[in-house]
């Protein structure tokens, strides 16, 4: 049965079949109270590819409902005339280059198509478009390749073939039906629609393969709109008044360069800061490579937008000390929820990472979404990050948790140096705890042991660890290879000198979420247990465990 499958979460968001990667397009519906999340995927198989808008709703972020394609790859747009010039607008070196139409086979957008990479929704509520009152705008990336040829008179006045070129460009399609279908926008009125479909933002040249991922928000204090979109190792904002026609405004640089590592999914998002009346922008960063997580992380820097839509850092935190999202290696793409009602900022990420997407498989479907995560901006007592952006799991999760299954007799124990077993065996499940500790007895690690094969072989490890302050969850022992060597502990520092901690953690069937004290910190981790065949173990008992010294554990809790 769909749904039931081996290593399919249960309360998490995944496609019923097929590949999923990036959330796109995330919106509130005021109209009918609904959310829509629209994401990444290949309607024709189980691996990257033919790059599509899936979609799917929910009444509470939590709950989904699977829904037909909403914007399916563009077709041939035949031929095109064009101009390569770099990002400045003049013309590059090389002198004109010219399209002449888009061959048939094509990495990852066969028969000449163009693919609908990621993108973000902005609803239309005054009609400042005039597309339409409530007009939900889906503003994303095409992705194509193609035949460019120098336009020097040679070959039969063709032109002398110069190979394939990947180009990207951004796009506007529009729904007036509340997110069901769309229809694309050509910013050519002249022309007819698709043929050509003329882009809202064209590639300029420069990296015009690395150009993607548009994010649209306003700027309430400024009033206007602000488009954010990657080009290569710097995000670039573009600002309007009419959601139509964007005036490019201004560029944030990467401070290194490493190589590797394209910046993606941008986002520029207003945060109130916690208890004051302040509204900081926190710039939210994908990094397909080389992030904190050995591959594909997330990162924010937290600044300010002026008029002329300028984001500048902090001083506190400068383009050279990016903050992590999240420590673990799986947490991706995330982008917010637009539209949202009393000032929520709501993130939803892809639960997965490019480095071993290929690797770690599951079938008929691969890729599902993290938890939402509600997002507030704190004043950090750390005077080198200055502010804090926490995330929890959003309290609708609320909805789908039992009862607590931890008699009252058992919530606040003292064990030392001990695996203390919790008699659970289900594999969805909340768990948390607060632990402390008396200084003159320490233990070295706290926490829990999930998902554990009789002979202990097999296991998932969520703790801290006192001797280096670190909290972490670390998957070295599931038997699933591409998910081990060489990464260790993913973790994150946190302080605990007063000598207590909060651990909860949200473990679905191959994901884990953990958060350290409500939100401080959180690290975001699949797991694939796949013990040998030849053992056929079930790997289905939990435990808590103190090692050295003794702990206090108060409020344990597990909820199915
Ligand atoms: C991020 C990403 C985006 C791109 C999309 C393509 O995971 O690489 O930059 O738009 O995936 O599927």
Not at 371 to 380: G, I, T
């Amino acid at each position: 049965k769909s749904y039931s499958e081996p290593y399919r979460n249960q309360f998490h968001f995944s496609p019923s079949k097929n590949w999923m990667n990036d959330p796109n397009g995330l919106f509130y519906d005021d109209q009918t109270g609904l959310y829509h999340l629209y994401y990444q995927y290949n309607p024709e198989g189980n691996e990257w590819g033919n790059m599509s808008w899936g979609h799917a709703t929910s009444k509470d972020m939590i709950n989904w409902r699977q829904e037909p394609l909403a914007i399916p790859m563009l077709a041939d747009q035949g031929w095109e005339d064009f101009v390569y010039t770099n990002t400045t607008g003049s013309l590059a070196k090389y002198g004109e280059v010219r399209y002449v139409g888009i061959p048939t086979t094509n990495w990852g957008d066969a028969n000449g198509k163009k693919a609908i990479f990621s993108g973000s929704i902005y609803v239309d509520k005054n009609n400042v478009s005039g597309l339409g009152q409530n007009a939900i705008l889906a503003f994303y990336t095409a992705d194509y390749q193609i035949a460019t040829r120098i336009n020097d008179g040679k070959e039969n006045g063709w032109g002398t073939w110069i190979g394939l070129n990947e180009i990207q460009e951004q796009h506007l399609a529009y729904s007036l039906d509340g997110g069901k279908t769309f229809k694309q926008y050509s910013a050519d009125k002249n022309s007819a629609e698709p043929q050509p479909l003329i882009p809202v933002i064209a590639s300029k040249g420069g990296d015009a393969a690395n150009f993607r991922d548009p994010n649209v928000v306003y700027d309430q204090q400024n009033k206007q709109f602000l488009l954010t979109v990657v080009s290569n190792q710097q995000a670039l904002i573009y600002k309007s008044v009419d959601l139509l026609h964007w005036e490019y405004a201004s560029s944030i640089q990467r401070e290194k360069n490493v190589g590797l590592g394209v910046w993606e999914c941008p986002a520029l998002i207003p945060l109130t800061v916690e208890g004051t009346k302040t509204t900081k922008w926190v710039l939210a960063i994908s990094i397909q490579q080389g992030s904190h997580a050995t591959g594909s992380g997330m990162e924010y820097y937290v600044g300010n937008i002026d008029h002329n839509g300028q984001w500048t850092p902090e001083s506190t935190q400068t383009m050279a000390n990016p903050m992590t999202m999240d420590y673990g290696e799986d947490f991706y793409a995330g982008i917010p929820f637009a539209n949202m009602s009393n000032n929520r900022n709501v993130m939803l990420a892809w639960q997965s990472n490019w480095s071993y997407t290929g690797d770690a498989k599951t079938s008929p479907w691969y890729g599902n979404m993290t938890l939402p995560r509600e997002l507030k901006l704190v004043k950090s007592s750390n005077t080198t990050d200055g502010y804090l952006l926490k995330n929890t799991v959003i309290s609708e999760i609320t909805h789908n948790e039992q009862a607590d299954r931890i008699a009252p007799d058992d919530s606040s124990i003292t064990p030392r140096d001990t695996e203390q077993k919790i008699e659970y065996s289900g594999n969805q499940y909340k768990l948390t705890a607060d632990f402390s500790w008396d200084t003159k007895n320490p233990p070295t690690s706290v926490g829990f042991k999930l998902r554990a094969s009789d002979d202990g072989k097999y296991y998932v490890l969520v703790g801290y660890d006192l001797t280096t302050k670190k909290f972490f969850v670390q998957r070295l022992n599931t038997g699933e290879a591409a998910m081990e060597a060489p990464r260790d502990k993913m973790n994150a520092i946190v302080d605990t000198a007063n000598g207590t901690i909060k651990l909860t953690v949200y473990v679905d069937e191959t994901s884990v979420e953990a958060f350290a004290n409500d939100g401080e910190k959180s690290i975001t981790q699949n797991f694939f247990m796949r013990p040998e065949k030849a053992e056929k173990q079930a790997t289905n008992q939990l435990y808590l465990y103190v090692q050295a010294g003794t702990a206090h554990i108060t409020g344990l809790k597990l909820n199915p």
